[in-house]
């Protein structure tokens, strides 16, 4: 199956994900529930080496392919910004 219909397949599911951590933000360092909801995630795809914990609540996944080839590296920030909601 090509990758965007297995993307597509999780549509409703990672609009779920992103409600849930805009409904719950968790600032600089202290994103202790947001790391756990994040492994929580992985470890449903089937992840199994993850390393908790990283600068006090930071997550590393390594995530192996199944063929020989490039590889990427993926690294984004959980944490959320203190600002004042004017959107409502």
Known sequence: MPVLNRIADYADDMTAWRRHL?????????????????????????????????????????????????VIGLRADMDALPIQEETG
Request: proline share 4%.
């Open 22 to 70: 805009h409904q719950n933000p968790e600032t600089r360092f202290d994103c202790h529930q947001t790391a756990a909801f994040v492994v929580e995630k992985l470890r449903g795809f089937g992840i199994t080496e993850i390393h908790e914990g990283i600068a006090q609540s930071g997550v590393v996944a390594i995530i192996e392919g199944q063929g020989e080839g490039p």
